[in-house]
């Protein structure tokens, strides 16, 4: 088998403002594994909290030896693990899935044991903004077909966030809401402020309390009113085992855990605890996204919208724009990238 790697800009088509940062652009390598004339392909996004760029990304997916394996059966058994981010492993394994899935012509969820193709309803997120904007976007997602919002928070002010949700609610009043903080605020701070969202109907609470104090986490979400969701307190396997039945959910990103089989671990890890699967996603093209839609049956809450972020997406094959991701029947992942000329089409 041979891989070669390509660089690409992923330009947002506006600024996602979250409580730690605020995003305009992030740089995606695309990974391609090429065996007797045919190519699967996987993809890795750069990442400021995960400290990965896109030299660094380059570096470690090519010192990834795929020559020697005779096929991408085989290499699959040996994806790296130990030493190796997450998100490279998760590339990796999503070219080589690719690969296999188009050799056998089967689409990867037929690989994966799923004989109907997964449709789920994705999330769709507003980032921190004015209560103005806030609202005409809800609306408009509301008008599109989107049945889940979810909305940034974590204002050094929280009336900020109570102001923003309220006008959501009233501008989508169908809308299932979903609250990500992204870890912003201290555990007096998110048992003051979650009854007052559950009032105005939240779902669910991502990762309300700063990671690496797994207990604080639990204990939060014994006494919340509304379910709690770890996220970047549940990066890989042994998190999500600490967490099992402490939390009501936890938030599975391929880039984060290792890609589709380290998802599925976790999903097994957590059967019959009491916290359910939610899949989410970094802000990445449709090549990045169409890995976790394979599995979008096994989650009870889907957030696959980093794909619909961008201003330009140069992969297709999964939807979205409808508030619905769906899984291709086509062979591997059922992704193709798009031309310029039918860009400019």
């Avoid at 080589?96 to 309803?121: I, Q």
């Avoid at 700063?210 to 970047?232: F, H, N, Q, T």
């Avoid at 957590?270 to 449709?286: H, V």
């Amino acid at each position: 088998m041979k891989a070669h790697l390509r660089t690409v800009r992923l330009e947002l088509a506006e600024p996602l403002r979250i409580s730690r940062s605020t995003m305009t652009a992030r740089d995606a390598v695309w990974l391609g594994v090429e065996h007797e004339g045919v190519t699967g392909y996987g993809e890795a996004v750069s990442s400021v909290y995960y400290g990965l760029d896109a030299e660094t990304l380059v570096r470690l997916i090519s010192a990834v030896d795929l020559e020697r394996f005779a096929d991408p059966e085989s290499a699959l058994q040996a994806l790296p693990s130990g030493g190796v981010p997450p998100a490279v492993t998760a590339a990796v394994e999503s070219a080589l899935l690719d690969l296999a899935g188009k050799r056998a012509g089967v689409p990867v969820h037929s690989l994966l044991g799923t004989t109907a193709p997964p449709v789920a309803a994705t999330a769709r997120t507003i980032g921190i903004t004015s209560p103005i904007r806030a609202a005409a976007e809800a609306r408009r997602l509301a008008a599109s077909g989107f049945k889940i919002v979810k909305v940034k928070a974590g204002t050094p002010d929280p009336e900020d966030d109570i102001e923003r949700v309220r006008v959501i609610r009233d501008a989508a009043p169908r809308a299932r809401l979903l609250l990500d903080p992204n870890g912003a605020w201290s555990p007096a701070r998110a048992a003051a402020l979650l009854p007052r969202f559950a009032d105005l109907g939240v779902e669910a609470v991502e990762q309300p309390l700063a990671p690496g104090d797994p207990d604080a986490l639990g204990a939060l979400a014994e006494k919340s009113p509304l379910p709690v969701i770890a996220d970047e307190d549940a990066v890989s396997l042994a998190d999500v085992r600490r967490l099992a039945g402490r939390v009501h959910g936890v938030n599975v990103k391929l880039a984060k855990c290792g890609g589709v089989h380290a998802a599925l671990r976790i999903a097994e890890a957590i059967e019959g605890s009491g916290t359910d699967l939610m899949l989410g996603c970094l802000t990445a093209s449709t090549l990045g996204l169409a890995p976790a839609v394979h599995l979008a049956d096994r989650a009870r809450w889907t957030d696959l919208d980093g794909h619909l972020l961008l201003a330009r997406d140069p992969w297709r094959g999964i939807g979205g724009a409808d508030g619905f991701v769906r899984a291709s029947t086509r062979p591997g992942l059922g992704v193709e990238e798009v031309t310029a000329h039918e860009d400019v089409a």
